[in-house]
């Protein structure tokens, strides 16, 4: 009976040296698998070419590499591209590459479909299938650094957790791969150029603060008002406003880090001005910005982004109120890159 190869990037580097001296050979070989995998990203043991043969077919014969697969890549207008990425058992995602003039920023997944219900978002149409493995999410991240270096001229400088998935319901995976892309061994990337955008699960914001982790947070929240918020992420009734920003002020305490809020402005939702009221009121403990963001209507155009009065109005007040605000466009709404597009339709 054939025995399930394990995936070698399961492995810390103590644990690929352990395994070296059990061998019989080196710990030492364990260090220079170890950087083929993480910082040359090999695909295969036969691209490890200072191992020797002999041992590049005993890893073969215990181990696999299960590499992500870049199934197929769009190009927008816009110069965004979108990555339809296949896992190791057929199952797919989405990453985005978003250039602009000063960065360019890799928007990955962290699971596949999504285990919240936000009724604005084409990813939470899809059914929680799994968790991403820390490399899978290391591998997008990988994959659209090298298109960045083909197609723009420079490396990724930025990454944001906005893809497919609520990253804090995969914490531990996510942690480890952002381990990996800071690590000198991995990306080297500083870890304050990289944002994981939470829906507010406030139990892991308070634990993220308790991590010290180093990274920075934003938060979808586009309502304080409890029943609009329940009404658009129904998850609000299990995780209501108090909780979330009783977290939040956890988190302002232990990191004394700005907090971002990712917030649309929709037709009739919440487009008064109690609703941008509401939201100065919520942000008031903490040095805030909010980022109004442009909203890319899913196939039933149920929810429609508001008109530009309705965002000037949100800006004025939030300015008044000393909080910094964005209005950001969206890009590669043509290829469905775009915020809440990510749908796995192409
Ligand atoms: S917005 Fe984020 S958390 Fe909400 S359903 Fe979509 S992917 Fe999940």
Redesign the pocket.
Known sequence: METKKKDIRALTKDQLREFFVKQGDKAFRGNQVYEWLWQKSAYSFEDMTNISLETRQMLEDNFVINHIKVDQMQRSADGTIKNAVRLHDNLIVESVLIPTATRTTACVSSQVG?????R?????RLKRMRNLNPDEIYDQVVAIDNESRLYHNRPLSNIVF?????PLMNYNNVLKAIDKITSPEGLGMSPKRIVVS??GVPKMIKKMADDNVKFKLAV?LHSAIDDIRTSI?PFNATFPLTDLREALQYWYAATKNRITYEYVIWDGINDQRKDAEALVEFCKFAPSKVNLIEYNPIDDGEFQQANSKVIDMYVSILEANNITVTVRRSRGKDIDAAC?Q?ANKS
């Open positions: 999504c285990s919240l219900d936000c604005f978002c084409a990813t939470s906005m893809g497919m998935g609520e939470t829906s979808s992420m809440g990510l």
